[in-house]
């Protein structure tokens, strides 16, 4: 079925709902910026906040980011794959409505309720507030990210339909035949359907078990005799949760693949090495949670040396494939330095830079002594705000057809890079003084790392405000663009 | 200390790799009439990569998976014999007895929770952590650390517990011997 049909069967445009979840991501990612820059202040105590106050803000933007990650991620996916296989508009929009009730339930369980259990809700602590929030406001919180699961797993479970209709099989939209040299890698998925189905592979099974543990959470709020086994939710939470986060990752990195050769004229190069990485990826994404749960000494040794040497792995296709891929596509190619090239650019740098502070605290004998500093926000804004964030950036970018001249928006750039790469700085050194994360109130010989962290920050909010800003005054230019035949 | 360690590696590592990109970004123009032979070239580096990093990564994890924290309490050998500690967490406080000791003791702590998920670590005098495990509901985490020094330690609670999750500290004295 030619995308022409599909788009003939909806009265909505699809480009505009793309443009939709782009518009709301830009607008809450600033909103949660600036949560997050009210954080480094109050430890920096350049501003002073209650800290069931800073808690709850806390709460908000790590479960604000989180949505908007997957928001704009699964949009740059969907606008790629419908090239590719049958979507439904209705369906992309009907995801967007639930994430929207879900954020009001969430925001109301924060700034009206005072829930503040932070956003991986791990229990029992939602239902332990010590009298900080009702246990309604522990449930609307719940409740949001069930509506916002309940969303995504529509949006994944339509591509899949999409993408068995062409392909007949997962394993096929995988290339897994490729991967292992029984089949023409000329004869695999293009990659954007190969992305799309590791991710809604893993998303399905990972938002799956999360509203498990959301329901299992809900019931023992207001059923306190209703127990769980504490460390069973704990893999249940962090398996979600780790799965869904690397997802948006994966998602993002479909504009790199698809943006990138446009402007190096080149195409992007899907060997066997290619398809065997996202294979790989599948597998290791889904075993290696358990890195998260190194220091939990009750969990069978066998899963946690899993956790280690499966985190080391994980670096491999990263490295060795995308990264790689990337720089000789980059290479000796004549490209013309515009924004957009250079943010999805940026976005696999920050995701390889990243990849090694991450190795380092998925190996015991440094988890020992760095689980839960300030290492661990150090390692994932630098996959995060300098690798997914702007590869969903460029996007946004390419979409307003950005020239190699656009001034203000370099301004934008550099601002953004150098603010963002002073912030994670500010966080890894401090890790490794072993400053807590998660703590309301520092201490003196904490407060210049964070005081460095809160000027990282506001350079990056003012580059990404330029950036985001072009976006919109460049938004009927995107809207009206057509998508290649 | 293993922060340090892993701090020098890490930025080496990072600003090597970012080096890297900004060196490919600037070399992107002249474009090159005939790529092949560079690519080739690269896949052949990539091999090499491949190689270096399979070292590195053998060599780290066969190394450090024989320093794993994990201990049977029941294959204690009288040897190494460990002062058995309570370390109890609740929603905000440590109770931890005994906490004194004397250097060269290694103590055997047991860490649970009364109420949600807590995090102990263990702080050295020069405030650095030495030694973590979380505490669980349900659950007693055996953590074994043989005191080097002598001063105050501290415990802080390094699982986010709620409103006063950073003032949950307690003090440990170890004394010469």
Known sequence: MTMAVAAGRTAINPRAAVIGYLAVSGIVLLLMMLLGLMMRLAQAQWIAVPPNFFYMVMTMHGAGMVGIAGLSSAAVMWHFVRRYVPVSTAVFLTNLVFFLIGAVLILGAGFIGGFGAAWTFLFPLPAHSGGLWSVNAAASYLFGLVFIGVGFLLLHLDIARGILSVYGGLGAALGVKQAFGLADAKDGPPPAVTASTMVLIVNILGILLGAAVLVVSLVNLYVPSFTFNALAAKNMIFFFGHVFINATIYMSVIAVYEILPVYAHRPWKTNWAFYLAWVLSTVFVLTVYTHHLLMDFAMPTWALVAGQVISWLSGLPVLLVTAFGTLTVVYRSGLRWNPAAALVFLGVAGWSIGVIPAIADGTIAVNSVMHNTQWVPGHFHIYLLLGMVAMVLGFMTYLTNPQPRSGFAWTGYWLYVAGGVIFVLAFLLAGSISVPRRYAVHIAPWLPYDRMGSIGASLAIVGVLILVARFFAGIRTAASAKDPS | ?177
Request: aromatic share 12%.
């Open chain 2, 1 to 177: 200390m293993i922060q340090d360690t892993v701090w020098g590696v890490s930025i080496v590592l990072m600003g090597a790799l970012a080096l890297v990109f900004v060196w490919v970004a600037s070399a992107a123009k002249p474009a090159v009439a005939n790529y092949g032979p560079i690519v080739d070239a690269a896949y052949r580096i990539r091999v090499w990569l491949f190689g270096l990093a399979l070292i590195a990564l053998i060599g780290t994890n066969y190394k450090t998976l024989g320093e794993l924290p994990y201990v049977n309490a029941l294959a204690q050998s009288p040897a190494t014999a460990a002062q058995p500690v309570q370390a109890v967490a609740e929603q905000w406080a440590w109770t931890i007895t005994p906490s004194t000791f004397k250097v060269g003791q290694t103590a055997e702590f047991h860490v649970t929770t009364k109420d949600v998920n807590h995090g102990f670590a263990l702080y050295d005098p020069d405030f650095r952590i030495v030694a973590e495990t979380q505490a669980m509901p349900g659950y007693t985490n055996v953590l074994r650390y043989t005191f080097s020094k002598p001063g105050t330690y501290k415990v802080l609670c390094l699982e986010y517990c709620g409103v006063a999750h950073h003032a949950m500290m307690a003090e440990i004295k170890v004394t010469d011997r």
